[in-house]
């Protein structure tokens, strides 16, 4: 779903690349969790570590205008390489809890009403992603009280006999 997420916005947005970037807690570090058009082992950030991590710990969009063409981010479109006119990072949460970054990157502007879009998606985006690590928590719940009920038969089998 995240991939599907991912895709759709930068289509919407006129983005070739994306990156969806999970922030864990308790190490404060991102890693990519889906990508579009660079590689899934991208390496872990920190807080304030590129426009990702400065977004994440600021809580604001970062966007980066007129990338100079000697950076070595750069968008791979098949016949060439393109230098990414435009870098858009957007820091999404729930209840106020940082969750993770939005990434995206246009060989094109990405005007004022793109951004906008972004920022209301990322809102969106940290629903679902909370959505599912409840939806996770639950499974593992679930399986555990299934194990336990499982152990609890066992021993009653076994004070009867």
Known sequence: QARAALDALCDYVGAQV????DLDPSSDRLSALVTRALPADLPTLRLHEGLPGEAAATGQPVVLRDVP???PF???VGFDVL???CI????????RRNLGVLLVASTRDIDADGIDFLQAAARQLGVGIENVRAFDTCQRLLTEVDTQRGQIAEQLEQLQA
């Open 74 to 76: 750069k968008v791979h």
């Open 18 to 21: 994306g990156v969806i970037y």
């Open 88 to 95: 858009v990072a957007v820091p999404f949460a729930f209840e």
């Open 69 to 71: 063409g000697d950076t």
């Open 83 to 85: 230098t990414p006119r």
